[in-house]
Nanobody, 115 residues
């Protein structure tokens, strides 16, 4: 089993920055992916960015150049650095771990971009 604990959400003004953290613990596979998804009110949950166990990354088009996903292997933590935030980035952000037949989600953290 794998546990995910997210933190770092909050209220930020347009143009501001936030860093989300996802602490991963438990039975972590050798080959895995950690992803950030988001879900705005009334909309489907969508993929924002992901990082695999080799360090490869991928981003949804609307966040390219603004968001950066990274990891600290020593802390088993994946980060999502978000910059140049716009109101359309407002959503609940979820961390997801999948690999070796496993699929786990975090509890979500609210990000609100508003003046």
């Amino acid at each position: 089993q794998v546990q995910l604990v997210e933190s770092g959400g909050g209220l930020v003004q347009p143009g501001g920055s936030l860093r989300l953290s996802c602490a991963v613990s438990g039975n972590i596979a050798n080959v895995y992916v950690v992803a950030w998804h988001r879900q705005a009110p009334g909309k489907q949950r969508t993929l924002v960015a992901l990082i695999n166990s080799l360090g490869g990354t991928s981003y949804e088009d609307s966040v390219k150049g603004r968001f950066t996903i990274s990891r600290d292997n020593a802390k088993n933590t994946v980060y999502l650095q978000m910059s140049s935030l716009v109101p359309e980035d407002t959503a609940v952000y979820y961390c997801r771990y999948f690999g070796a037949g496993q699929n786990y989600w975090g509890q979500g953290t609210q990000v609100t971009v508003s003046s």
